[in-house]
């Protein structure tokens, strides 16, 4: 595989459910993203990671926990969500994280019921 | 804060109509503007990175440029697989942030 894969493709959750969303990236990167997009809204950063390291929380909310065990591999666990988390949660890599261009995965697709 | 404005929000050209989109940008300490685009149930696609005003970048039918206010992305004589949304971001100072505008949607028509 090449690129940035991310897991599931959609997903539809319960506001009670927990789930997590998962990003791998096959470019040899060392810096990992979460960002939101809501329809007619920018893209939100949510969280950075260089070298396995949080170095950017954009003051998201506790009920989304990013976890990065290695800097081919970003996690984003979900609990207690609310409808407005309804949304394409898309998963970026780049070498550094200091200006060098973010390859984007193609999203989960989220659903709060 | 960081802004950053794209217009028109949509454009639909004819194929082989020739038309620029505009990205204008408010920010301190400018280091780098990229320009994406992205297709219908896709994540955005690398297109170009700029660094400094007067530079250019071309790919294909796409030429972007930079200015100290704004960055435009030509299109020449563009065909209906052009269609996408094309997105703009800037980052600045010491920050890893991109800033995103909320794009282009631009339609191609035979």
Same mark, same amino acid.
């Given at each position: ?95 550094? &994280? ?7 995965? &193609? ?7 | ?47 170009? @990175? ?58 191609? @028509?035979?």
């Amino acid at each position: 595989e090449t690129g940035v894969t991310q897991t599931p493709r959609h997903l539809v959750m319960g506001m009670t459910n927990k789930k997590s969303l998962k990003c791998e990236q096959h470019l040899g990167h060392n810096a990992m993203y979460w960002y939101k997009q809501s329809a007619k809204k920018p893209l939100e950063l949510m969280f950075v990671y260089n070298f396995k390291e949080q170095t950017e929380n954009n003051s998201v909310p506790s009920r989304f926990s990013p976890e990065c065990p290695n800097s081919s591999h970003l996690f984003l666990h979900l609990h207690t969500l609310q409808p407005e988390d309804s949304a394409l949660y898309l998963c970026a890599s780049s070498q550094g &994280d200091r200006g060098q261009p973010q390859h984007f995965g &193609d999203g989960t697709r989220l659903s709060i019921l | 804060e960081d802004q950053v404005t794209q217009s028109p929000e949509a454009l639909r050209l004819q194929e082989g109509e020739s038309s620029s989109l505009n990205c204008s940008y408010t920010v301190s300490g400018l280091r780098g503007l990229f320009w994406y685009r992205q297709d219908p149930g896709k994540g955005p696609e690398f297109l170009f @990175t700029l660094y400094s005003a007067g530079e250019e970048k071309e790919k294909e039918r796409l030429k972007a440029t930079l200015t100290k206010k704004e960055s435009f992305l030509h299109i020449t004589a563009p065909k209906p697989e052009d269609s996408a949304t094309y997105l703009c971001a800037v980052i600045t100072g010491t920050a890893s942030k991109l800033t995103f505008g909320t794009g282009t949607r631009l339609q191609v @028509t035979l």
